[in-house]
Nanobody
Framework: QVQLVESGGGLVQAGGSLRLSCAAS????????VGWFRQAPGKEREVVAR????????YSADSVKGRFTISRDNAKNTVYLQMNSLKPEDTAVYYC????????????WGQGTQVTVSS
């Protein structure tokens, strides 16, 4: 099975940018569809963006569309989330997750990375 480790979180001012990385080990990440999720205190986890195993047709939630971009580099076994024009409401723990492309459920999760956006 695949193991996932997120990095790149931190504290940034509103309007700033961060790039999160999701590094895979154990199996090639090219075998999996990958999603980025976030969970803010007191709120449910929500999907932010997802990308197919091939990289086609990436999806971004309406709340981040035009600001966040998901991409993948299968040669580096890594998926990225570029976050621009950050807002205080983007503050959350961000998780990457992977799933078999034929299935609906994300079975493999990273430990999360904190993103804090100050106003």
């Amino acid at each position: 099975q695949v193991q996932l480790v997120e990095s790149g979180g931190g504290l940034v001012q509103a309007g700033g940018s961060l790039r999160l990385s999701c590094a895979a080990s154990g199996r090639p990440i090219s075998s999996y569809a990958v999603g980025w999720f976030r969970q803010a205190p007191g709120k449910e986890r929500e999907v932010v963006a997802r990308i197919s195993w091939s990289g086609n047709s990436p999806y971004s939630a309406d709340s981040v569309k035009g600001r966040f971009t998901i991409s993948r580099d299968n040669a580096k076994n890594t998926v990225y989330l570029q976050m621009n024009s950050l807002k205080p409401e983007d503050t959350a723990v961000y998780y990457c997750a992977a799933k078999n492309p034929a299935l609906a459920k994300y079975d493999y999760w990273g430990q999360g990375t904190q993103v804090t956006v100050s106003s």
